[in-house]
Antibody
Framework: QVQLQESGPGLVKPSGTLSLTCAVS?????????WGWIRQPPGKGPEWIGS???????YYNPSLKSRVIISVDTSKNQISLKLNSLTAADTAMYYC??????????????????WGQGTLVTVSS | QSVLTQPPSVSAAPGQKVSIPCSGS????????VSWYQQIPGTVPKLLIY???KRPSGIPDRFSGSKSGTSATLDITGLQTGDEADYYC???????????FGGGTKLTVL
């Protein structure tokens, strides 16, 4: 059973940096999937932040790319998210999830099949 | 503004069928595979449909997906009160090089 668990501070200050960790159990992150971060502001739809392969370069949402770093630690079987220059607009539930790569003439990221429970992050002074 | 457009809400009676549309463009739905997620209030999004029409293990066949051109549709038959949730479509946008989601549709089973 694949399980993901996010952890990190629930309250961060404006202009600060958010750091979250996603611990994966029941599955090795080195086993050929992508691992992504998605956020969902209260009352709104999901927004993809970015995804990373076990050893490859991460993909980032162009709208957040200048503020985001996603990394993977295969020894700990976890992925991490850092988001800087925070504003109130970054207040959201943050999820990590396992993601499949569509094998096609031009491969692309697509569906998320396992999600963590999410962690609510509030940006406020 | 979401890249993919969904109606904010739909409703139908128990036992009936409802269709939830998701409209996009040639760079996203028109070119790539679509997935659908169900989110019951207060819970985590759950994968319902992937590769336009496929259901993960455990998802009943009351849920089905389709695609035509730059639009996709989620059909739910035999509606149950437990189907009340927000439904989101998602896909890859080749122009943006990003995973994109719809704004979501709230299903009410009257």
């Amino acid at each position: 059973q694949v399980q993901l668990q996010e952890s990190g501070p629930g309250l961060v200050k404006p202009s600060g940096t958010l750091s979250l960790t996603c611990a994966v159990s029941g599955f090795s992150i080195s086993s050929g999937y992508y691992w992504g971060w998605i956020r969902q502001p209260p009352g709104k739809g999901p927004e993809w932040i970015g995804s990373i392969y076990q050893s490859g370069s991460p993909y980032y949402n162009p709208s957040l790319k200048s503020r985001v770093i996603i990394s993977v630690d295969t020894s700990k079987n976890q992925i991490s998210l850092k988001l800087n220059s925070l504003t109130a607009a970054d207040t959201a539930m943050y999820y990590c999830a396992r993601q499949r790569l569509k094998v096609a003439a031009n491969p692309y990221l697509y569906y998320f099949d396992y999600w963590g429970q999410g962690t609510l992050v509030t940006v406020s002074s | 503004q979401s890249v993919l457009t969904q109606p904010p809400s739909v409703s139908a009676a128990p036992g009936q069928k409802v269709s939830i549309p998701c409209s996009g463009s040639s760079s996203n739905i028109g070119d790539n595979s679509v997935s659908w997620y169900q989110q019951i209030p207060g819970t985590v999004p759950k994968l319902l449909i992937y590769d336009i029409t496929k259901r993960p293990s455990g998802i009943p066949d009351r849920f089905s997906g389709s695609k035509s051109g730059t639009s996709a549709t989620l059909d739910i038959t035999g509606l149950q009160t437990g189907d009340e949730a927000d439904y989101y479509c998602g896909t890859w946008d080749s122009g943006l090089s990003a995973v994109v989601f719809g704004g979501g549709t709230k299903l009410t089973v009257l």
